[in-house]
């Protein structure tokens, strides 16, 4: 197959050699049949990681190694049921490392399989949107500005069509597509101009292919190794932990040698002295930090993905938490995207229609009398032209209309579906000779129609402001006027009324064309244009975004809203949703195009509405908010939206009506299009923050604690107070689960009331720090205590003595962790609000109790039963740390 040049075979023999049809597709059993014998059309991945090596690789952390380190020394010095003590928890620990690792590979494939590029494929002679991977010889697909080319094809039809084939060719200027045979050879890629080729986008215009080769046979599979060279993204909040994680591991060595030389200068052995500097080193590394923090940021996208936000680059979780403007575009975002057209204007007539979304029927009104719209001669030419201009097809699929393509085309189509008009009746009549594609600069669209009796003309549709100033005749009732001043000022009237109710207008123009003229370029097609009329679309607010608006004001998150409609439209709807509220501005795409970027800043912080905009305005948008200090979200569906979205702090796209060109650049895909649902990825982005806050909280102070134990007892030439293993158990078990649960803690109340995070702020900011250090004391302290009471009351019993200490220090620090779950104070929130952490404190009492009271267990951690009058005096102790500092908070927060 990969020997046939299809570049020089025309249409007819391409689908005899390959047994499919331009014009029908492949049947699905036929595509089913070579999907079977062909496989997937995907690359072929790497190598992976088998689950052993994943195993073993869990062990190379340095943290690790130092207790790898510390069992050898226990070994060596004689205590052999520590060190297979430590060995056996560095393995369990492996083990739920590597349980979580292929937790997110898996998370990780089941998001590439969700961002998966889709694509419309003619099947059974009707389009259908796919997934590329199923995509297979012989497929006919169709592609537009914006998408990614799905495999290697054929072009057969193509208008005004460009493809940016970088990937390949390392060339960012686009290629000009033909559909025509090529017989002059190819040199390379970038000299194929009737194929398109797997990965490469679509910059400009559109086109249908027939598909020729897939997965590892296309030109990209040819040097997909170069795909697997991706190293795994690290957000800068895991780099600075990670680099944390090495601070307390030098503080744990450095610890180590002072205490065996101070103990070993005070005439203590030097085997006590190592046994205790092994004690202070494990004390002194959190263990389970780096996998928690993993955990977090895992669990956090997969609740993200329930809300329909797909996080792309994992930075962007801690980015969402410091956002202070969302750049929001308004049709489809903060409006329903169920356009329905009400109302057609001609020469100085409204006519209103009924019926709403996707309803086929609807009644025609004007001066509130029926009327039968094909008896209204420029009503229906308004409408007819609507639909030939037009890409969007109508389905019925269960009893419901359907439309596939643009909404604003599937409005026009429907208004004329209610006057009894279908595409497929007028192509009866029409011949659609030569298209220009929509253009976001442009602003329109045009096609060139021959009729049933051979006369030609262009239909033009587009922003009225811009048509506008491209007529020079318009159409008044049945008569052809030369447009003057008056009449421009007319239609302009007619246009600001529309767009005082709220409704999006489509101006539609004409120009007859002698029958052999050849029109090359649109602006020679877009130029002295018959005015014909309007027709006026509504499009409603989405009843969740005025309230989502509310609740970032209240967050301290400004929201714009961007727009190519007219200024008054834009103002309406901005009103109704709360974003424009009577003191701020509505700049136009005109003053912005007059603007710099220093410009803009001036005036930025006090504009909320952006209308008629280009995609080429939102960079100078982001450029100038950032400038100003701002952290910009930014939305976008479109190719030109790309610059913008990839420039934002957040770069968010459209899952349901973004291009893959939009989705590439993003950060962020909102699976529903919907404002709320950046809302909401917000909330769950400064969630996720605060959850990594609180368990770095529990944890250090947890570790301080433990540190101070050690350290104030050797200062004082006591025994020590707990044993290695002891510690390592509550580090990695008693800390672990609770810490873990901490990750899925609800947002506390008020997480949407605070401003936003500044992005230099380091993670012990807003008094962490202190917590840790006065927490991490107080609880260093009462275990100490509660030691030494017991050790005086039985100086002989030193292992009972360090089991009332252990159990103090596991008590403390799961009480503890109750307080970490808010900013103030422990009595600020329900104790048995996370049920996750409720649980896992349980477990970790029981794991304890088991630990002091099973046989067999008491050898390997050095444990005795404790006495009942002892419980007591560690429940004291263990509650002061928590209880003491919620006291203080209180009498404060009284005052």
Not at 65 to 85: F, H, K, N, P
Not at 148 to 162: F, H, K, P
Not at 275 to 280: P, Q
Not at 843 to 859: D, E, H, K, N, R
Request: charged share 20%.
């Amino acid at each position: 197959m990969q020997d046939l040049k299809f570049r020089e075979m025309k249409t007819e023999e391409i689908e005899q050699a390959l047994h499919t049809s331009k014009e029908f597709g492949l049947n699905e059993k036929e595509a089913q049949n070579r999907l079977r014998k062909n496989g997937y059309n995907e690359l072929q991945e790497g190598e992976k990681q088998s689950a052993l090596l994943l195993f073993f690789s869990q062990f190379k952390d340095f943290m690790v190694l130092v207790l790898l380190a510390a069992t050898l020394i226990s070994g060596l010095l004689g205590e052999y049921v520590d060190a297979i003590a430590i060995i056996a928890i560095v393995i369990v620990n492996g083990f739920l490392g590597f349980f979580q690792e292929r937790k997110a590979e898996k998370s990780l494939e089941a998001l590439k399989e969700m961002a998966a590029p889709q694509v419309q494929a003619l099947r059974d002679g009707s389009w259908r949107k796919i997934p590329s991977k199923e995509l297979v010889v012989g497929d006919v697909i169709r592609f537009a500005a914006g998408d990614r080319i799905g495999a290697d094809v054929r072009i057969v039809y193509a208008s005004s069509l460009e493809i940016e084939e970088s990937a390949l060719t390392g060339e960012s200027v686009p290629v000009i597509k033909y559909a025509a045979p090529n017989y002059h050879g190819a040199e390379s890629i970038g000299d194929e101009e009737n194929m398109a080729f797997m990965g490469t986008m679509v910059t400009r215009g559109n086109g249908e292919g027939i598909v020729v080769s897939t997965g590892m046979d296309t030109a990209m599979g040819k040097i997909a190794d170069l795909l697997q060279s991706a190293k795994p993204l690290i957000t800068p909040l895991q780099h600075r932990l990670e680099q944390l994680g090495k601070i307390l591991i030098t503080t744990a060595l450095l610890l180590t040698l002072l205490v065996v030389v101070i103990g070993v200068f005070q005439g203590n052995d030097l085997y006590t002295m190592v046994l205790a500097g092994v004690s202070l080193a494990v004390a002194a590394i959190p263990e389970g930090l780096p996998a928690i923090v993993t955990v977090a940021l895992s669990l956090g996208v997969q609740r993200m993905i329930k809300k329909n936000a797909i996080v792309r680059k994992l930075p962007a979780v801690e980015t969402l938490g410091c956002a202070s403007v969302i750049c929001s575009d308004k049709t489809g975002t903060m409006t329903q995207n169920k356009m329905t057209v009400t109302h057609v204007w001609n020469g100085g007539t409204l006519w209103n229609i009924t019926g709403s979304g996707m309803d086929r029927t609807g009644r025609f009104y004007k001066d509130e009398s029926e009327v039968d719209p094909n008896q209204q001669k420029a009503l229906k030419q308004i409408l007819t032209f609507g639909l030939l201009c037009n890409h969007a097809e109508i389905n019925e699929k269960e009893g419901q209309i359907v439309v596939d393509g643009d909404p604003t085309e599937g409005a026009l189509a429907i208004a004329a579906l209610k006057a009894g008009l279908t595409k497929e009746q007028l192509l009866e009549k029409f011949t659609i000779m030569k298209e220009f594609p929509f253009d976001s600069s442009r602003k329109m669209m045009s096609v060139i129609v021959k009729d049933e009796n051979g006369r030609q003309f262009v239909i033009t549709k587009g922003a009225p402001d811009v048509l506008i100033a491209k007529t020079e005749a318009v159409l008044w009732g049945e008569k052809n006027l030369y447009m003057n001043g008056e009449l421009r000022s007319k239609i302009q009237s007619s246009i600001d009324s529309l767009a005082e109710k709220a409704l999006r207008t489509i101006a539609i123009a004409y120009k007859p064309i002698p029958s052999n003229t050849i029109i090359l370029h649109e602006h020679e097609a877009e130029s002295n244009l018959t005015f014909i009329g309007l027709q006026g679309m509504i499009d409603p607010p989405r009843p969740e975004v005025k309230e989502a608006v509310k609740e970032c004001r209240e967050a301290g998150i400004k929201t714009i809203m961007i727009t190519g409609d007219h200024a008054i439209t834009a103002k309406a709807i901005a009103t109704q949703l709360g974003i424009f509220r009577g003191k701020e501005k509505v700049l136009e795409g005109k003053d912005l195009s007059d603007m710099d970027v220093k410009e803009l800043e001036d005036v930025v912080d006090h504009v909320a509405v952006f209308a008629r905009v280009s995609p080429e305005h939102k960079l100078k948008i982001v450029k100038a908010l950032q400038n100003k200090g701002h952290i910009v979200a930014m939305t976008g569906d479109g190719v030109n939206d790309a610059p913008a979205i990839k420039s934002a702090d957040i770069g968010i796209a459209m899952g349901i009506s973004g291009t893959d060109v939009a989705k590439e650049a993003s950060s962020l895909v909102l699976m529903d299009d919907n404002f709320a649902t950046i809302k909401s990825a917000i909330k769950e982005g400064r969630n996720i923050y605060e959850n990594i806050r609180k368990f770095i909280r529990y944890l250090l102070a947890s570790n301080v604690g433990e540190i101070l134990v050690m350290f104030f007892a050797m200062i004082l030439a006591l025994p020590l107070p707990l044993v290695p293993i002891q510690i390592l158990w509550v580090n990695l078990v008693t800390d672990g689960l609770p810490a873990m649960a901490l990750g899925l803690d609800q947002p506390e109340e008020n997480v949407m009331k605070r401003n936003p995070r500044h992005p230099k702020e380091g993670v012990f900011a807003r008094g962490l720090g202190w917590k840790i250090i006065s927490r991490g004391f107080l609880i260093g302290a009462a275990t100490l205590l509660a030691f030494i009471i017991v050790y005086k009351q039985h100086p002989d019993q030193l292992i009972y003595a360090q089991t009332v200490a252990f159990a103090t220090l596991v008590l403390a620090q799961l009480i503890h962790v109750f307080d970490c779950r808010s900013e103030r104070s422990i009595f600020s929130r329900n104790p048995f609000g996370n049920k996750y952490l409720v649980w896992s404190v349980l477990s970790s009492l029981i794991l304890m109790i088991i630990v002091i009271y099973y046989p067999p267990l008491q050898t390997v951690f050095h444990t005795v039963p404790i006495a009942l009058r002892d419980w007591l005096l560690v429940i004291g102790m263990a509650s002061i740390p928590t209880f003491l500092l919620a006291g203080t908070f209180l009498a404060r927060k009284s005052k």
